[in-house]
Every structure is written in structure tokens, then in C-alpha cells.
């Protein structure tokens, strides 16, 4: 099993910042990509971005000018840097793994843009 943990989420006004953090229980060396996703009310969840064990980065259209994926491999951590954050970026925020052929998912953390 595969345990994800996010934090950072919370009430950030428009135009501001956040930085999400997404803590794995195993090495992320061994987990072959990870990613963060999000989910609004009436909404599908959507993908934002995902990285793999090598690196290599892939990001949702839409979300490439705003959001950065990252990774601590000695904090076994996955970063999204969220700028410039408006009102429909609220959402909850999902940190996602893939290891093993199997989809690992965190317990979400509410993300809310508002003045």
C-alpha cells in the first residue's frame, strides 16, 4: 500500500499564492509517476499535472502557466506551486500515484480563492 498525504491547501485570496505538498509512506523513486488532480462541485475531477520517476513532467493545458509540479526525492515529497490562484481554482486537490498498476489517491485538501 501506498499512503498520500496532502497539506497546504486552505483561503488564500485572488492573485495569490500556494504551495501544496504531497507526502508518500515508500520512496517516490519507486512510485512511477505522480500527480495532483482537483474536483469542483458538478464537476468531473480533472487532471492538473503529473510527474514520473524520471522526472519527466506533464501538465493539463489550462493549468501549465500557473501551476508547477515538483518533487523532494529526499522528503519523499510532491510539490504543486499554485500562482496567481483566482476563484475557479477552488477545489478540492488531490495528490495521486500510480505504482504497480494501481491508482493511489490522498485524502484530498479544500482549496478556496476568495476575497
Known amino acids: 500500500q501506498v499512503q498520500l498525504v496532502e497539506s497546504g491547501g486552505g483561503l488564500v485570496q485572488p492573485g495569490g499564492s500556494l504551495r501544496l505538498s504531497c507526502a508518500a509512506s515508500?520512496?517516490?523513486?519507486?512510485?512511477?509517476?505522480m500527480g495532483w488532480f482537483r474536483q469542483v462541485p458538478g464537476k468531473q475531477r480533472e487532471l492538473i499535472a503529473t510527474?514520473?520517476?524520471?522526472?519527466?513532467?506533464n501538465y493539463a493545458v489550462s493549468m501549465k502557466d500557473r501551476f508547477t509540479i515538483s518533487r523532494d526525492n529526499a522528503k519523499n515529497t510532491v510539490y504543486l506551486q499554485m500562482n496567481t490562484l483566482k476563484p475557479e481554482d477552488t477545489a478540492v486537490y488531490y495528490c495521486?500515484?500510480?505504482?504497480?498498476?494501481?491508482?493511489?489517491w490522498g485524502q484530498g485538501t479544500q482549496v478556496t480563492v476568495s476575497s
Open positions: 510527474i514520473t520517476s524520471g522526472g519527466t513532467t
Open positions: 495521486w500515484g500510480w505504482v504497480l498498476n494501481n491508482n493511489y
Open positions: 515508500r520512496s517516490i523513486f519507486s512510485i512511477d509517476r
